[in-house]
C-alpha cells in the first residue's frame, strides 16, 4: 500500500509537470489566406443612390411581444434593402408568448448594416474619382480660355 501511493505520488507529479510545460502553438493566418473570391465592388455609387435612407418610430405598441425599442431610428426599410442588396438582409424568427404555455414565432427581416461600410467607401473614392476628372476637365476649360486669341 505503502509503495502504491508512492506510484501514485509521482504519476500525479509527472501528470502536474505535464500539465505545467505544456507548450501552446499560434498560428497567424492572414485575411487573404481566409477569404476567397475577392473582387472589386461593381458599381457601388449607383447601387447607394438605390437606397432610401428612412428615419423611423418602432410600433411598440402593437408589437410589445417583439420587445422592440422605443425612440426615433435610422436605418433602412428591408424590402427597399433587398432589392439593391439582397444578401445583407436576413430573416430572424422570435418566439414569443402567446398564452399559457403557447409559444409563436415572428418572422421579420434584419439588415447587416455593418457589411454597407466597404460599399459606402467604394462608392466614396468612385465619386472622388469623378470629381477629380471634373476638376480636370474644368482646368482644362480655364485653360483654353485664359489663352489669348491669335
Known sequence: MKQSMGVLKKTVLLFFCTAITGIAFTQTITDSD???????IHSPLKSILQLEPTMFEYDTHNFKHLKLRGGKHYG???ENMQTVFPSLVK??????MFGKNVYRDAKIKTID??????????????QQAQIEKLKSELQGIKNKTDTPFQ
Open 113 to 126: 448594416e455593418a457589411s454597407l461600410i466597404p460599399v459606402l467607401v467604394a462608392a466614396f473614392k468612385e
Open 76 to 78: 433602412f426599410m428591408a
Open 91 to 96: 430573416e430572424k424568427r422570435i418566439s414569443y
Open 34 to 40: 481566409i477569404k476567397k473570391n475577392i473582387h472589386a
